[in-house]
């Protein structure tokens, strides 16, 4: 049975050529109506939103310039900065983390491997607020753990996230630098963890930069989660800012100002992520 | 337990080539080894992965100077026995002696034992991200503590020696599979290591690149280096060793001078091997 399957047309039995090609024809017939009557379909409703759209009101709701101007320069100065003040801190803290976890998932001491292992599944498997909403609320709250520093909260909960992720990511990095090359630096009288630092490591990252740019605007957008902790003047991330700033200006400009300070940041990243993948693609 | 063919136990160093059984390196650092004891020596190595048994048991001496080529079939462990010597793999019994050392003794430093022991592999195994000066400076930096201007000036002392001074500021990836080959044979020799390991170095080559890296193991050779050497290059081995091991099944089937082991094999198998390898 499984073998002779694939030769046949599908579950059409025993039919002739011609038959067969004749309900192919149909198929592709109907496939080619349905498409066209959806980009109808799209093209009718665009229409429609242009023209019955009340395009003033629009531009006063979304596009209103005097609140836009207004929202410089603490957009920038403040808003912005503190987002990139905590995707620095998280991402660093993440990549300390995330080397920890993927050098304990590759020892060969068992009990570091399963630490590691249980640490990832878990910060992997929750949401990204119910570990911020833990570091940020809970600590402090039930158990009077308050961490000094004013970005020191929101940093770690996000490292301790990204360090999750990025643990698989190293570790699948260290595992793709050719088995030959730790052989080749231990030859030479290079320890494990000298050959590891010098020999491995760099490989592993060249490897996976791509993936490391797209954790870094990853982290970046999860920034705004921060919101929950009441972060007000001085941590202030792009998300709170905007939304307190509808909330005193009935206008959803504030929003847009935001959303293009975010793409200010995150389209760059996302175009060297590709271009560092075709890069590597190609030098492979 | 050696299957080993006694009459041809001890090599003979009267090539008529200058083969010098004692090493005049111009560069040991190392405290000088006691005379009489040889480079290399196998004392009852065995070897397995899981219940498959690669090695049954090696007796094998190779004195200093001396130019050991290792033969065989296809899985016969010739590569595993030449991991066993700088423990890259791991004996499951017996005794590695490194010039008298003994390297399966877990009191024994492995990674200074291992300065001692240059490895060349099928693959070359360059480092990728550094360069080649940084290839043939790094272990002499990190692991022989030398400084950079007496790392950079051995780096290119070793380079000319296998004719590639001109790359020094190359990175692996741009080089032909001959010069990798030649720069990893460079980056052994900057350590000052007192005998080479070659695993199937010329294997991975295309037919046209196999003979520069041949030229380079026969200078070395004929420069005193002790070399143990897995190879499919009957011509290299008969040209160039002072002895070749014939490995089957796990066993030293039969050993002695190239003309005999090559010329005029004593075992069967050896006799087989060496018509198959002829034919091709
Ligand atoms: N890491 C390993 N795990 C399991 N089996 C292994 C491993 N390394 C080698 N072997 C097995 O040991 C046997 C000997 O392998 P080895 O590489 O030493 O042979 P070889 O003589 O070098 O062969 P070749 O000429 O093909 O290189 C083979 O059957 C091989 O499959
Ligand atoms: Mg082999």
New interface residues.
């Given amino acids: 049975m499984g073998w002779t399957d694939p030769v046949r047309p599908h579950g059409g039995g025993r039919l002739s050529v011609r038959t067969t090609t004749r309900e192919t024809m149909h198929r592709r017939t109907k496939a080619k109506a349905w498409r066209y009557g959806i980009y109808a379909v799209t093209i009718a409703v665009i229409l429609v939103i242009v023209l019955k759209a009340d395009w003033g009101k629009l531009q006063e709701a979304f596009f209103d310039p005097q609140i836009f101007a207004d929202q410089f320069p603490k957009i920038i100065t403040q808003a912005a900065r503190n987002t990139l003040i905590f995707t620095f801190f998280g991402f660093s803290g993440g990549l300390a983390l995330g080397l920890l976890l993927a050098l304990m998932r590759l020892s060969s001491i068992k009990p570091y491997r399963w630490a590691a292992s249980t640490y990832i599944e878990i910060f992997r498997g929750l949401p990204a607020l119910i570990t911020i909403i833990l570091i940020g609320f809970v600590l402090p709250i039930a158990l009077g753990v308050r961490l000094p520093g004013t970005y020191t909260a929101g940093s770690t909960a996000l490292a301790m996230v990204t360090g999750a992720y990025l643990a698989e990511t190293i570790r699948a990095g260290i595992e793709a630098v050719?088995r030959?090359?730790m052989?080749?630096?231990?030859?030479?009288?290079?320890?494990y963890g000298?050959s590891m630092k010098?020999?491995i490591i760099?490989?592993a990252f060249?490897i996976i930069l791509p993936a490391l740019t797209n954790e870094l605007v990853i982290l970046l957008k999860d920034t705004s989660l921060l919101f929950v902790l009441g972060t007000t003047g001085a941590t202030i991330e792009l998300t709170k800012f905007a939304r307190d700033s509808v909330g005193d200006t009935f206008n959803g400009t504030p929003l847009v100002a935001a959303a293009l300070v975010y793409l200010a940041i995150t389209l760059p990243l996302t175009r060297a992520a590709a271009y560092l993948e075709r890069r590597g693609r190609k030098?492979r | 337990m050696t299957d080993t063919d006694d009459q041809h136990e001890q090599p003979e160093h009267h090539g008529h080539h200058p083969h010098v059984p004692h090493r005049h390196h111009d560069f040991d650092e190392h405290e000088s080894v006691p005379v009489g004891v040889p480079a290399i020596a196998l004392v009852g190595l065995t070897k397995s992965f899981g219940d498959l048994e690669v090695l049954k048991g090696i007796d094998l001496e190779i004195e200093p100077g001396e130019v050991v080529c290792v033969i065989g079939p296809s899985g016969s462990g010739k590569s595993t026995l030449l991991r066993c010597v700088n423990r890259l793999e791991e004996p499951t019994a017996g005794q590695v002696l490194i010039e008298g050392v003994d390297i399966t003794d877990p009191h024994t430093d492995l990674d200074a034992m291992r300065t001692r022991i240059g490895m060349v592999f099928q693959s070359f195994n360059l480092f990728g991200h550094l360069s080649v000066r940084d290839n043939l400076c790094i272990a002499q930096r990190k692991v022989l503590k030398r400084h950079k201007h007496a790392a950079e000036a051995k780096a290119e002392e070793v380079l000319a020696r296998v004719g590639l001074s001109e790359k020094i500021d190359e990175y692996p990836a741009r080089l032909s599979g001959g010069q990798q080959q030649r720069v990893a044979i460079a980056r052994a020799l900057a350590m000052d290591p007192d005998m080479m390991l070659f695993d199937e170095a010329t294997s991975a080559l295309d037919p046209e690149l196999v003979g520069e890296v041949l030229a380079v193991m026969r200078s070395l050779a004929e420069s005193g280096m002790t070399m143990m050497v897995v190879t499919h290059e009957m011509h290299f081995a008969r040209r160039v060793a002072d002895r070749v091991v014939f490995m089957d099944g796990g066993f030293i089937v039969e050993q002695g001078p190239p003309d005999a082991v090559l010329g005029d094999p004593q075992h069967e198998r050896t006799q087989r091997f060496l018509r198959q390898v002829n034919e091709r």
């Fill in positions: 050719p030959g090359q052989e080749a630096a231990r030859s030479l009288g290079m320890g000298q010098t020999i760099p490989q060249r030098s």
